[in-house]
């Protein structure tokens, strides 16, 4: 194998080393054959071009357009023209999948299902990846920056997974990263003569260690002990380190007890999109509890408030985290003069239900689980820290049901500064339409309250809106006027849009994110299902704290604070706990209630369905179709490419002509010339047969603007045609490649970058090749005619001599 095929090689295992960091993310992980299998096409592209050769360029091109076609035969095939070919209906379908995809991954946690967006986005990553490997490494000959894609790979892949396993996906990479520079060495010291092994190279060592004789398999020795020894410190060394307490979710991660509190949760989104949990047709079981409430109407389980709104979306703001203290501290904003009844819930996640965020009744006050989880106290929520999720957890809560009366939220006094501010905060994107809305909805009321009870009326029963899941999402300003316009949406816009209007007029307010109650079971648990995903704005009120509102029309439930029976001035009796929690329920939701009825009628539930099921994942296209597709697309590229294959096939073939008679050199010479004059025509110099070779050579030097030794080339190679062509002895002309090389050089030098762009992949001269195709079918015909005749005269012949005897 060349040294460039070996540097080609090993820049497609170090790609696909570093994607193996990918693999924990998505469930299943089949997707890493498709992306091997079209990287090896997108390295054999590169590796045949490079054999041509092509303009470095050129090169990176061809495989980027190889790389084009294949995921358009994958993931577009149905818009694509030929189901290979992009046009704007495939582009489309691309971009769509690629803002899917990116939903996708904000909204489903580790490992995700394989869906076709996120299957795209990871093959085309690794495609990107594998590219500008390659390109680095192989085409342009510098391997050392090639790691900093590998890295981007790969830190990317860790940062996001953060699994125990990251250790391995290190060593994957890092070692893809030495071969490649390995190979890189072993190229360059092939370059200064040939490597001998043997015998010969392994008669002693000297002091430093390096082999007697200075044979050169010493350094690539030194170069692997080297490389494997930073490898090994590279593993050792972090781990010998205390670790540093930043990050996303730094900290020690305890959930209790001594610990290092700090660290900061980022702006994060869990809400990326709800409208698929929505409209799921398989309503998956996602957790199980059991509650001594005595109306369990308003437990909702709460996983994260969005508190922030750039104009673009709702997402929760930066906050500090710390560890989980024994006992919660006291909601913010609530007065000891409201009603409160402490509720206790036992709850149980599903198997497969895994996210970062802890769902938890509003407000919790204490929270009894195992793991590595943190608090935020701003938001009172608990979330997941180095790899920790809900999958398969048992916890118990204690909450407080907050009754207040709406006496004392009409009489709540407004809140503080800070706080007012920070959640009435707008986006000055946003439309005056909002505004507008929001002071015509509430005209008449006297109080945050009334203001706050009249646009939950309005959206829910009397402003003429619809529920609708299968409206386009959408959470930033445009999203929420188009909603007001339309009236047709799902608890996100509802939600979001109240939360908007509410700041406009100056009430602090967010968006919370979680599930409702869920329904009954007859066993005394609540099961909670993909169907019951939900958002609802929380607003705050001096004394009473941050309060839950339902504008969602046949979701959830209105609170009864809201309600206008509700007129009681005094506090509520709280009801009395019961003295012992409620048992635990299964560790896992039972088969019953995860199986449709049609299935447990067939009694083929199976024991997926008891143990929490397994997420549906896109299997994938088939391989076989992924094959034939590839093939397809190799096939077109070549067809593509045939002009500039014949080109290139020509010029090796006149440049290499052999023999030592005379009639062997005067074929060089004039292969040498049909050469010159065919590329003086690829850069746009037309031929003409009619002139003499030296008039031709005056041509080529005018219009090509040659100068010094590249004009006094093309008139010695013309001399020599003219001694060829006319001499009864023509002498023998040396250097005739050379000069043909140097020619071609001065007319690429001196032409656009478009003629030389033309001249590479669709030289003119190739047009020889339809010439030549007619000249040999007429010929054919020709024959075929006179073959025809003969038969005629030999038929007519045959025929003369039987008329005679008649």
Not at 64 to 74: D, E, G, N, S
Not at 548 to 566: C, H, I, L
Not at 666 to 694: N, V, Y
Request: net charge positive; aromatic share 6%; glycine share 12%.
């Amino acid at each position: 194998m060349s040294g460039r095929g070996r540097l080609a090689l090993c820049a497609y295992i170090a790609t696909m080393l570093a994607a193996c960091a990918l693999l924990p993310l998505v469930d299943p992980v089949s997707w890493i054959v498709q992306a091997a299998l079209v990287l090896a096409v997108q390295s054999g592209v590169g590796a045949l071009t490079r054999r041509v050769p092509l303009a470095r360029p050129m090169t990176v091109a061809a495989q980027a357009v190889t790389a084009l076609l294949i995921l358009t035969l994958i993931f577009a095939r149905g818009q694509a023209f030929g189901g290979i070919v992009p046009g704007p209906e495939a582009v489309e379908h691309l971009g769509a999948l690629l803002r899917r995809g990116g939903d996708d991954i904000g909204r489903f946690a580790i490992p995700a299902p394989a869906t076709e967006s996120i299957r795209l986005i990871l093959i085309g990553g690794v495609l990107l990846i594998g590219l500008l490997v390659d390109a680095l490494a192989v085409t342009y000959r510098s391997a050392a920056p090639a790691g900093l894609p590998l890295l981007a790979l790969y830190s990317v892949a860790a940062g996001i997974a953060q699994s125990g396993a990251a250790w391995l996906w290190f060593v994957l990479a890092a070692s893809g990263y030495l071969l490649l520079l390995l190979a890189e060495g072993k190229d360059r010291l092939a370059q200064w003569g040939r490597v001998f092994g043997g015998q010969a190279a392994r008669r002693g060592r000297n002091a430093m260690g390096f082999e007697a004789g200075g044979g050169p398999t010493a350094p690539a020795r030194t170069g692997r002990r080297i490389g494997a020894v930073a490898l090994g410190f590279a593993l050792v060394i972090p781990a010998a380190l205390p670790a540093l307490d930043t990050g996303l979710l730094g900290g020690t991660g305890a959930g209790k007890g001594p610990g290092g509190g700090g660290g900061t949760i980022s702006a994060v989104n869990p809400l990326v999109s709800l409208q698929n949990s929505l409209t799921q047709s398989d309503d998956r079981e996602v957790m199980r509890y059991r509650t001594n409430a005595s109306d369990t109407g308003g437990m909702y389980l709460r996983i994260v408030s969005l508190d922030e709104f750039d104009g673009t979306a709702w997402k929760s703001s930066e906050r500090r985290i710390g560890d989980v203290p024994e006992e919660l501290p006291r909601p913010a904003g609530l007065s000891p003069e409201v009603a409160t009844t402490e509720v206790k819930t036992n709850i149980s996640a599903a198997g497969w239900y895994a996210q970062n965020w802890l769902p938890l009744p509003y407000p919790a006050t204490k929270v009894d689980i195992k793991g590595r989880w943190r608090f935020e106290p701003a938001g009172r929520t608990l979330v997941g820290d180095r790899g920790q999720t809900t999958r398969g957890v048992q916890y118990g809560v204690s909450s407080l049901l907050v009754q207040p009366t709406a006496a004392q939220l009409a009489a709540a006094p407004q809140p503080t500064g800070a706080l007012l501010r920070e959640y009435t905060r707008v986006p000055d994107s946003l439309p005056d339409v909002v505004k507008k809305t929001a002071e015509q909805v509430t005209a008449g009321a006297t109080n945050d309250y009334e203001r706050a009870v009249k646009m939950q009326d309005w959206f829910a029963s009397d402003g003429g809106f619809t529920y609708d899941t299968q409206v386009q999402s959408g959470t930033g300003t445009s999203a929420i006027a188009r909603f007001l316009k339309q009236k047709q949406g799902f608890c996100v816009h509802f939600a979001f849009s109240m939360a908007a209007m509410a700041r406009t007029l100056h009430i602090p307010a967010r968006v919370a994110v979680g599930f409702t109650p869920g329904t009954a079971q007859p066993d005394g648990t609540m099961s909670v299902g993909l169907r019951d995903a939900h958002a609802w704005p929380e607003l705050y009120f001096e004394g009473v704290g941050w309060t839950r509102f339902e504008p969602t029309p046949t979701r959830g439930s209105v609170p009864s604070y809201t309600r206008a029976d509700n007129s009681s001035d005094g506090p509520v009796a709280p009801a009395r706990p019961e003295a012992t929690t409620s048992a635990a329920p299964a560790a896992t939701p039972s088969a019953t209630a995860a199986c449709p009825p049609q299935m447990r009628k067939l009694n083929d539930c199976g024991a997926a369905a008891q143990g929490g099921g397994v997420p549906p994942v896109d299997q994938g296209t088939p391989l076989g179709p992924v094959v034939g597709g590839v093939l397809a697309a190799v096939l077109v590229v070549l067809l593509l490419s045939l002009p500039m294959l014949w080109r290139t096939r020509a010029r090796s073939r006149r440049l290499g002509s052999g023999g030592r008679t005379p009639a062997d050199a005067a074929h060089r010479t004039l292969a040498a010339w049909r050469e010159i004059t065919d590329s003086a025509w690829d850069h746009g110099i037309t031929p003409d047969e009619s002139q003499t070779p030296r008039r031709t050579a005056a041509h080529i030097v005018r219009v090509g603007e040659l100068t010094g030794r590249a004009a006094e080339a093309v008139h010695r190679v013309a001399g020599a045609v003219e001694q060829v062509l006319y001499a009864p002895l023509p002498g023998e002309v040396g250097g005739l490649t050379e000069d043909v090389r140097q020619i071609r050089a001065a007319l690429r030098a001196g032409a656009g970058w478009t003629t030389r762009l033309r001249a590479v992949l669709a030289p003119r001269s190739s047009v020889r090749v339809v010439w030549e195709i007619s000249r040999r079918r007429e010929a054919s015909a020709g024959r075929w005619r006179e073959r025809r005749a003969g038969l005629g005269r030999w038929a007519a012949t045959v025929r003369r001599p039987a008329g005679r005897r008649g």
